[in-house]
């Protein structure tokens, strides 16, 4: 398997003469290459007890390893663990996290193994190179399902060791530093839509901010370049025009704090990232000269009582920016982020609104690297207060919820990337536990927040002591009282609604459930009909004989099979009674008649090009509506039928209005249709002249735009006039557009309209 950054390539040349510690950057190697020395150095910086001859033996190991190996760029590939090594140590690691980093490659592309490196390392280490490794590669069928595949069994490792997702953290940060080496763009712009989508969320929901800005950045630059680059052009112009305005605007700032009597440690200004003013600009719908808090500041003071004393001197010094404050203070982020946020309009002569964050130093160190910021604590032998690292562990918890409840990898990934993004809103439950919750969430994301049982038997909700419909949304500050009833089940409605991956996973789940036992059971009467009508027992001791004539594991899998049509139930009677099975004969060809094998390829025709769908399931098309591609459409489960698609403003859907729990979303499959051109049949109510040539016009004008009369009836004949139904077979909604606008210039042809329901 190949790496996710610049790959590694073997190629027969031989290695430095001396080991890479001693070797200079040449034209193909950079400036900023780690060396082995330099990372010892850093890591005894802050851990002089550390154990730097494990180290030196993991870097040799690494060395021989990879000894063959080179990037895309010319560099040895050890360059690659050495940098990750190094990222590391910048957060202060414990020592096996160092060595991880230095071995996180060598299971996959070296002929280390990892009872080799259990026992020169030990176990531990073992463990976290194992959860680093880049997974073998899986016979799917899609590079999204191999990679929700993928980060599926990265949730698994970081649930046993969160050091694993640093290590991994650390080795995609180098990689998306030297993207821009490799020569192919699809896999350029896969490997920063990756970093965008999972790894930016996953730096993020552990408080490493600066991490997940530089990823963001760099994934932006490779993603929208035009965007960036126009960005960046006009924060270098900005810069130019004013560049003393921060060193002036922190020097205030400062005056401001210490005219007041508060202690200032630092004050320090920034710019937004290219990538968080283009996310702002786009959410928002402004311009670039509309944005109001492109530059921020910093002010860093030693103790949490310090912060507010400053709040209240920023405040009144300058005008506030109405709905900016922000006090993750008293209700810190699940990450454990923690800082006062507020927006302020600066004096003249800048008259510019800025973005204030004032922290206290300890604050600052783990919004900066969150939980990386706990990790060297522990190298000195002291814990870390497992209540706040159970809290800031919670998400991971609810990563595995998802896992255990979807029943697919692409939904697994789906159902995460909604857990991962967004902002928070924090709530309440009537006994003051905090719930932090996405922007947006509804009282059922907050029941399945709490637990999933809630979730399940949740029949309504109060909202601050008042009853509110189940799709409010929930606002910070809520206090959330959850009203459940016992046997109450999960509404499929509510997937439209809910915000969180897990709520979503679980409803999916109990619906798929669901639909199961249904399809289960109309196979269960289906058999029993069939028995029943032959006088034979077709009780379960028989069924099970024929299990293995239909590869099926279980009696339920037989019945699933036989309700959803892959197995007739005549089938199942002549395999339980072989002696009953009718004697085959030659058949005999009828002349004008297609042969009957002909008309046995219906059942392997693809199935209906839509999505949403449980696999297996009987779906069909509405009579009434005929719904075409490019219809909006919705599915209504029927019992004994499956599902059947209607048009979206289909009359006949006002008859199902009482029980929408019957109504199911889904929608049309882009790739088969385009793979597969199926024909689809519309409707047409045609008012034409009563004239001999009106249907010969008729069928012409539908034939000049490629479309096929597949059925045609005269509803109503007058003296004047006649009213003709025809069915029109067509690829989309489009062709029958084309279809409809020829029939209408066609002459004789009156009125031409398309029949719903």
Wanted: charged content about 25%.
């Amino acid at each position: 398997m190949q790496p996710d950054g610049p790959v590694s390539v073997a190629v027969n040349r031989p290695l430095p003469s001396e080991a890479l510690e001693n070797t200079r950057p040449g034209p193909a190697a950079r400036g900023d290459i780690v060396r082995q020395f330099e990372l010892t150095e850093r890591v005894l910086s802050y851990n002089p007890r550390a154990d730097i001859g494990r180290i030196n033996a993991a870097y040799v190991l690494a060395m021989q390893a990879h000894g063959q190996q080179y990037r895309e760029n010319g560099d040895p590939y050890i360059t690659h663990p050495l940098a990750v090594a190094d990222i590391l140590a910048s957060y202060r690691l414990d020592t096996d996290s160092i060595i991880t980093g230095l071995l996180h490659d060598v299971l996959e592309d070296t002929p280390v193994t990892l009872a080799e490196i259990v026992e020169r390392f030990g176990s531990e280490v073992a463990g976290l190179v194992d959860g680093v490794t880049k997974l073998t590669r899986l016979e799917l069928q899609s590079d999204r399902t191999k990679q929700a595949e993928n980060f599926r069994k990265l949730v698994l490792a970081i649930s046993k060791d969160i050091r694993v997702l640093l290590v991994k953290l650390a080795d995609r940060l180098h990689n998306i530093r030297t993207l821009h080496f490799v020569q192919n763009r699809d896999r350029r712009l896969r490997i920063a839509r990756e970093t965008m989508e999972i790894y930016a969320p996953l730096a993020e929901r552990i408080g490493m901010y600066a991490v997940r800005s530089e990823l963001e950045t760099l994934a932006f630059a490779q993603l929208e370049p035009e965007a960036y680059e126009t960005i960046q052009a006009r924060l270098n112009f900005l810069r130019g025009q004013g560049a003393d305005v921060i060193e002036e605007v922190a020097i205030e700032l400062r005056r401001v704090c210490e005219a007041a009597g508060i202690e200032v440690l630092e004050v320090t200004g920034r710019e937004k990232s290219p990538y968080s003013i283009w996310q702002k600009m786009q959410r928002r719908s402004i311009t670039f000269e509309q944005l109001s808090d492109i530059m921020a500041f910093r002010i860093v003071v030693p103790t949490r009582e310090a912060c507010y004393a400053a709040l209240g001197a920023v405040h009144a010094a300058y005008p506030v920016i109405a709905g900016r404050f922000k006090d993750y203070i008293s209700t810190p982020k699940s990450n454990g982020y923690q800082s006062l946020h507020t927006g302020v309009t600066l004096r003249a002569p800048h008259n510019q609104k800025i973005e204030v964050q004032i922290r206290t130093k300890e604050m600052h160190e783990v919004a900066e690297k969150g939980v990386a910021a706990h990790w060297h604590y522990k190298e000195a032998g002291e814990s870390v207060p497992a209540g706040n690292e159970a809290q800031r562990l919670r998400w991971v918890q609810d990563l595995l919820d998802i896992l255990e409840n979807s029943s697919a990898p692409d939904e697994f990934l789906e159902n995460t990337k909604l857990e991962l993004y967004q902002d928070q809103v924090f709530c309440f439950t009537p006994k003051g536990q905090l719930i932090p919750l996405p922007r947006s969430a509804t009282p059922v994301d907050f029941a399945y927040a709490v637990h999933s049982q809630i979730g399940d038997t949740c029949v309504g909700a109060k909202v601050n002591g008042r009853l509110v419909p189940l799709r409010y949304q929930l606002q910070n500050g809520d206090q959330v009282e959850i009203i459940t009833a016992r046997g109450g089940t999960p509404s499929p409605q509510w997937e439209r609604f809910v915000v969180t991956g897990k709520a979503k996973a679980r409803i999916r789940r109990f619906i798929h459930q669901q639909q199961r036992q249904q399809t289960r059971d109309e196979g269960h009467a289906m058999l029993a009909k069939a028995f029943r009508r032959e006088g034979l027992d077709g009780s379960e001791r028989v069924l099970e004989t024929t299990l293995k004539t239909f590869k099926c594991a279980t009696l339920d899998d037989l019945y699933i099979a036989v309700g959803n049509g892959s197995i007739g139930p005549k089938d199942v009677v002549h395999a339980a009674y072989p002696e009953l099975r009718p004697t085959e004969r030659a058949p005999r060809p009828l002349v004008g008649l297609p042969a009957r094998g002909d008309k046995k390829r219906g059942k392997d025709e693809p199935k209906l090009p839509i999505t949403g769908l449980i696999a297996g399931m009987s779906v069909h098309y509405a009579g009434c509506c005929h719904p075409l591609p490019g219809d909006r459409i919705v599915g209504i489960v029927t019992t004994g039928k499956g599902v059947t698609i209607h048009i979206a403003d289909c009359p006949t859907l006002e008859s199902f209005a009482a029980t929408p729990e019957r109504f199911i979303d889904v929608d049309w499959d882009a790739e088969a249709l385009a793979r597969d051109h199926p024909a689809h049949t519309a409707r047409l109510c045609v008012i034409a002249a009563n004239e001999p040539q009106a249907v010969a016009n008729l069928a012409n004008a539908v034939a000049k735009h490629k479309g096929t009369v597949s059925q045609l009836k005269i509803a109503h004949r007058q003296q004047d006039f006649c009213e003709v139904l025809v069915d029109v077979e067509v690829r989309d909604l489009g062709h029958l557009s084309s279809v409809i606008a020829g029939l209408r210039g066609a002459p004789n042809i009156e009125q031409v309209e398309r029949v719903r329901g």
